[in-house]
């Protein structure tokens, strides 16, 4: 179930009407009043274009986490970031430090 209360403090962190939200999301400018208010629930399509408009993920959106950062696909991440995760998983930070240090070479 959506949070209303995250869609509402997301748009007023960025400083958007109902109006540009909707205009982002291209959808009816009462719906995100709607929204908002617990009225009515989006379609998964509308959760994951909010997710994309506010920089947050749908979990954080749908309650599931307090967490409002993104997740991504390893195939989305470079090469380099990718060791870097790998090493940090390994348990080894100065590796990690070591790929990022020498990442901007």
Do not use: W
């Not at 959506?2 to 960025?14: C, G, H, S, T």
């Not at 009043?33 to 979990?59: C, L, W």
């Amino acid at each position: 179930m959506l949070r209303a209360d995250r869609i509402r403090n997301l748009r007023l962190e960025k400083n958007y009407t109902h109006q540009q939200v909707a205009d982002l999301l291209d959808i009816a400018v009462r719906m995100i009043a709607r929204y908002e208010a617990g009225e009515v629930e989006p379609s998964g399509d509308v959760v994951s274009r909010m997710a994309d408009t506010f920089g947050v993920s749908t979990d954080y959106l749908l309650g599931r986490t307090d967490d409002p950062t993104p997740c991504y696909q390893v195939s989305e991440l470079t090469p380099k970031e990718q060791a870097v995760l790998a090493a940090l998983r390994r348990g080894e930070p100065l590796e990690a430090i070591r790929l990022i240090v020498n990442s901007s070479e």
